[in-house]
Every structure is written in structure tokens, then in C-alpha cells.
């Protein structure tokens, strides 16, 4: 075995443990592995024909390429009342955005209505930013989500 090959078993030799793990997103995590980033959905009809989709994890193009096809059967496919629980994302891209301007539009070109509601402060300021409060309202929480689906 030559120098070179016994300096490069030692340095990246078996047993080796990284002090993180970094993911293809740029995301670092300590020892134990990449964490689930898997966005998850799901649906709870609510009375007066509200339907929530509550969506759970990272809302970037991995996060919005999962859930894609089942939010927008869900949130756009026909005319209701929708209500988007974000309570549960801690990130939001601007391929998200586009996700919930696609469903919101829909919904509106049909005669139905969608608010976001419940997010955290950094999806909030997304929100805010993006100008995305102007086409979908986004309520403090489920009851003034609610009561906006409600009043028009």
C-alpha cells in the first residue's frame, strides 16, 4: 500500500463519523442522520362545508413536488370553501407560493373561496412579502379563517 492510499484510509477510513450530515438542500443535521423531510397533507371537513388541508414540513421543491397533485385535488379541483392550515410548515418557497396561487385562483375562477391560516412567523413573512395576502388571505388562525370563508 503506497503513502497516498494510507493517508486516504485514514482520513476517510470505515468508523469515520461525520460531524453532520449535509443534505442535497443545503440543510446540515448532527449525527443521526438526515431528518424526514417529507411534506405531509391532510384533510378534515369541517361543518358548513369548510374543507382544511393541513399541510406538515417544508414547502420547497422537494416538499411542494410531494404534495402537489393531491393539494390541489383537495383545494382546487372543485368549488368550496378551503381553508389552509399552515401550522405545521416551517418553510415556505416560492414554488409553494405557487402552489397555493394556482389552488387559489382555481377556487375563484369556480366561485369558492381559500384562507390560509396559522402560520408561523417566517411562512407569515413569506406571505407578506410575496404580495400573496392579496389574492389569498391569510387569518391568524383557524376560527378567523373561518369566519372569513363565512361572512362573503
Given at each position: ?5 494510507k ?39 369541517l ?57 387559489a ?24 412579502t ?23
Open positions: 500500500m503506497g503513502k497516498s492510499s493517508r486516504n484510509q485514514n482520513r476517510f477510513g470505515a468508523g469515520r463519523i461525520l460531524p453532520y450530515v449535509k443534505l442535497l438542500n443545503g440543510d446540515r443535521t448532527l449525527n443521526g442522520g438526515p431528518r424526514d423531510l417529507a411534506m405531509n397533507l391532510t384533510i378534515e371537513e361543518e358548513d362545508g369548510i374543507r382544511c388541508v393541513g399541510l406538515q414540513g417544508r414547502l420547497d421543491l422537494a416538499g411542494s413536488a410531494a404534495i402537489d397533485l393531491k393539494f390541489s385535488s383537495h383545494a382546487a379541483s372543485a368549488r368550496g370553501l378551503v381553508l389552509v392550515d399552515l401550522s405545521g410548515v416551517e418553510f415556505l418557497a416560492s414554488i409553494g407560493i405557487r402552489t397555493f396561487l394556482t389552488a385562483k382555481a377556487q375563484q375562477r369556480r366561485g369558492g373561496r381559500m384562507v390560509l391560516c396559522n402560520a408561523i412567523p417566517s411562512v407569515a413573512k413569506v406571505i407578506e410575496a404580495g400573496l395576502g392579496s389574492v389569498i388571505p391569510l387569518a391568524a388562525d383557524r376560527a378567523a379563517g373561518i369566519a372569513w370563508l363565512l361572512a362573503k
